[in-house]
């Protein structure tokens, strides 16, 4: 492999490439080889970048560095503000695993979750807090939190805060924060608004956008490609799902990194595909291995990061399966452009977490061609494509002759029964053998339909949107002070009920709606009715949406 393209060219800490190197990243994503010299100086940041964009280690990374190891105790160093609970638990597990040999302690802090614990984490010492901003300033209130060490500080996805109306929020922490500070701002969109934080919060950052050329026309490769929002549980039963249903002749799937390279390789042979795992920790030899026995067809699915299948050329493959979305649209491409070559037709399959969808729009900009949305493929589905191979193989025996010696049989059985019963056992006979059985297939949940590159319009800021949501009318708005947060946190907090099940939040002078998963609804609306809000009783009317 070429170390020039590795980490090792970006001026990281020994200890913190050891991590990386456990945990299977063979080289930088665009996003980390623009921001992590600029970081590592103590340059303040703007970073245009969406979730998948490995944007996380692009701050995290030059942050932990920039710490060193961590204190015994003392005041936190470092404060990530996040929009949601669930992005502070992401990214503080992060930072944990990319700064576990510099021995760094990092809190998350966030609303819903007991007071409590978050306290006792805070009074032990801590290096880096990650916080949504309502609950940083509560703990700060409280003198829990004191920000007076800080060096160093992220708002990732600056443009949710904002949507979530954590402007205010933000300008007050800000302001508790020594201005010595280093200060990070990534956004997946540049509104107006970023760009005045940026000006009055930020010295000289430096701007990157991951800058999208568009591809020459003619350039992009003629593939029918084909993405499905799968929920991560579920992408190795629908990973398998859209193998059956395709029948690739040799197909590569691609993953991020090497751990996940073997952890995949091993759950697909488990499930009883053929796959191997090619990867840059491998050597020469066990490559050309695996690549003897696709050619040789032991093997029907390699399973790669991008490193290892640099260079690669494999003559008859047919499908290019993306594991996830690829963090850099020029990726996608070049993966794409080992199928449809001479003349067949390629195919090319993405699996998409709900939160990569965006990501699916930057590379249907950079290709101008359309990645169609669909859905996993049903257990119906796939007996009806089963039931398609068999016919086309006995079609094929059928066109191949050479049928006489089975006459005798037909003939016998001709006494007993009529011919369409014979062909009919025979049809299941054949289609046992061709395509084994399928009782045991057990249908794959589809996550709730979040608007995709199809819709063009601007992301949903968080939760469900459409599907299986109840809208709830509260009686309370901004007359009494009310905002996103304190209904998130009322919800969450008193009901207990996890952040991903609230959807789009709209704030009214007198009156707010909020979507909730309908599964939660009553709990929800339970537990608002006995609660409080700016001080007042709460009253909550839930209607299911007219489709
Ligand atoms: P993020 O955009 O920060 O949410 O990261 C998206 C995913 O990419 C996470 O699962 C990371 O663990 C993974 N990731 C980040 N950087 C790299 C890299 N250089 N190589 C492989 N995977 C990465």
Do not use: W
Request: hydrophobic share 40%; proline share 6%; glycine share 8%.
């Amino acid at each position: 492999m070429d170390d020039a393209t590795g980490f090792e060219t970006l001026g990281l800490d020994t200890r913190l490439l050891e991590a990386l190197d456990e945990l299977g990243y063979e080289e930088p994503t665009p996003i980390q080889r623009a921001a992590i010299p600029h970081l590592l100086e103590g340059k303040d940041l703007v970073g245009q970048a969406a979730t998948g964009t490995g944007k996380t280690a692009a701050f995290a990374l030059p942050l932990l560095q920039r710490l060193g190891e961590g204190a015994d105790d003392g005041p936190p160093r470092a404060l990530v503000l996040v929009p949601t609970r669930e992005l502070a638990v992401q990214v503080a597990q992060a930072v944990h695993k990319y700064g576990k040999r510099l021995k760094t302690r990092v809190v998350a802090v966030y609303g819903g979750q007991a007071i409590e614990q978050q306290l006792r984490s805070l009074r032990r010492g801590v290096d880096v807090v990650v916080a949504t901003p309502g609950r940083a300033l509560d703990h700060i209130r409280r003198e829990s939190l004191s920000l007076e060490h800080v060096q160093v500080v992220v708002l990732d996805e600056a443009d949710e805060m904002l949507d979530m109306g954590f402007a205010e929020d933000i300008e007050s922490i800000l302001g508790l924060t020594p201005e010595t500070r280093q200060t990070v701002l990534f956004s997946a969109t540049m509104p107006p608004r970023i760009a005045a934080i940026a000006k009055a919060h930020l010295r000289t950052p430096e701007r990157i956008t991951i800058a999208r050329e568009r591809v020459a026309a003619g350039e992009a490769p003629k593939v029918r490609q084909t993405a499905f929002v799968v929920m991560p549980a579920y992408k190795p039963a629908a990973l398998g799902r859209v193998l059956d249903i395709e029948n690739p002749g040799a197909a590569i799937v691609f993953c991020r990194t090497r751990t996940e390279v073997d952890e995949l390789t091993e759950v697909m042979n488990s499930r009883g595909y053929r796959a191997e795992a090619l990867h840059g920790g491998m050597t020469q030899e066990q490559r050309d291995r695996v690549m003897k026995k696709l050619r040789g067809g032991t093997a029907e699915l390699l399973i790669a990061t991008d490193v290892a299948a640099r260079g690669l050329d494999i003559e008859h493959l047919t499908h290019v399966v993306n594991y996830d979305v690829p963090s850099a649209a020029e990726d996608y491409v070049h993966r794409i452009g080992r199928v449809g070559r001479a003349g067949r037709e390629g195919v090319a399959i993405t699996l998409a977490e709900p939160r990569e969808t965006r990501l699916l729009r930057n590379i249907e900009e950079l290709t101008r061609q359309r990645i169609q949305l669909a859905p996993i493929p049903t257990v119906a589905d796939l007996k009806a494509r089963r039931l398609d191979i068999t016919k086309a193989a006995l079609r094929e025996a059928m066109l191949a002759g050479d049928l006489d010696r089975y006459r005798v049989v037909v003939e016998a059985l001709g006494d007993e029964f009529d011919v369409m019963q014979i062909a009919l056992a025979a049809v299941k006979l054949a289609h046992e053998a061709e395509a084994g059985a399928d009782d045991d297939e057990q249908e794959i949940p589809q996550p709730p339909p979040r608007r995709g590159p199809a819709d063009r319009g601007p992301p949903p800021r968080r939760g469900p949107p459409r599907g299986g949501v109840v809208l709830l009318h509260i009686g309370l708005g901004r007359a009494v002070g009310m905002r996103p947060q304190d209904l998130v946190g009322a919800i969450t907090g008193e009901a207990g009920i996890p952040g991903r099940a609230i959807g789009a939040i709209q704030i009214g002078e007198r009156f707010s709606t909020v979507e909730v998963l309908a599964d939660v609804a009553n709990r929800v609306v339970e537990a608002l009715r006995h609660t409080r809000i700016k001080g007042r009783p709460v009253t909550v009317r839930a209607e299911r949406p007219r489709h």
